[in-house]
């Protein structure tokens, strides 16, 4: 008979981390308020809060920190504090030394990233218990300056004499120091991803007004989920502020009384005069944290852990970015579901990520389109998502992106609202910058 303990890398006896190919419970799953960038959390960091998403989500599920074998976090904007996040939120938050940690970037699908992998070493039985999520910070945005300014920095660092300082002080061009704010571009294609949505809009016949209804209903939605409590065991309350005074325990971009008329009539802010996609009806600027704490089955069953749920299967798929740059849901969702043999009716809820009204209604409108998914996907048409089980409780028009974030809020998000609807099965899938796209399938019971 195998033993089940094995001594770990300090002499002590814990059991392995189970058979390879188990089931992946979700434990736990908590976010941040998502808030608007610059406003209450021009205070935090990406450190600062995630280290309250990571120890409010240890505390509420229980578990020994000391199980805990590995830290994974997403973010997009590149950290000059904290290069690798992940590692600090270990150290920063007092959790035991021997939890490693990594950080990366895979745009808006960080996160999701971030779950995948630590699923897939769950399942190699490399690891029991993984801490997994994302954060943007977008009010703490490092600004760089320009080469020629680093590069006169770097010179007079070396100068050895005061000759030679007063020399390269004697070239600067005051225009070398202007703050540098970061690119929105996309690097391959130098349009902004707004910019890509409307040559989707376009392409795919997608009015205003059908961008201004979603926009209307993900408002409505999140404002009624919010109103009912949906989102309490969701969201933690965040002490904020230079002398934390300031107490937020919602998301603060929710329009309750927001209506299809009022988002109708805001002007455009890519294309000004011909274009369709306004402040109203995309994603804004946002500031926040999302936690998922992952553990193999047979741990969960040896520390008698409910759960909310179980990770099925991701898949990932890229697309020519100068063709349609965020319908990365459309491919993925109908390969997903085919890989696990499941149809679209088999799937109770489905959270699609809202960049913009404009690019889920592409990817919605092509999951139907026979032309679409026979010379994309070599599929017969997917067929059309009630839009009952579509974002039930709104998306991010209303809620908000924290760009490394909103993937484990889509999968804590997804899972709660499945269970409430006793329902089998959900599907989390968000587009992402470069061309890319992924997908999520999850599992209740």
Known sequence: MENNESQDRYGENRKNSGSKNERVAVVGAVRSPFVKSFGVFENETALSLSLRVATELIARTGVQASDIDECIWGVVIPQTKNANLAREIVLFSGLPTTIAGFTLNKACNSSLQTAEIAADRIRLGKNQLVLAGGVE??????????DEARRFLTKMSRAKSFKERLSLIGSVNPKWFLPKPPALAEPFTGLTMGDHAEIMCVKNNISRARQ????????NNAAKATEAGHLKDEVIPIWCGKDKTIFVDKDNMIRSE???????KLKPVFDRKNGTITAGNASPLTDGASGLLLASESYVKDKKLPVLGYLVDFITVGVDPNDQLLIGPAYAIPKLLKKNNLSKDDIDVYEIHEAFAGQVLSCLDAMKN???????????????IPAEKINIQGGAIAIGHPFGATGARLIGNALRIANRKNGKYAVVAVCAAGGMGMAVLLETK
């Not at 201004?212 to 408002?219: F, G, M």
């Not at 026979?370 to 059309?384: D, H, Q, R, T």
């Open 258 to 264: 927001s209506t299809v008329d009022a988002l109708s």
């Open 137 to 146: 910070v977008l009010s703490d945005v490092p600004i760089p300056f320009s």
């Open 212 to 219: 201004d209804e979603l926009a209307y209903k993900s408002h």
């Open 370 to 384: 026979e032309k679409f998914c026979k010379e994309k996907l070599n599929m017969p048409p997917f067929g059309e």
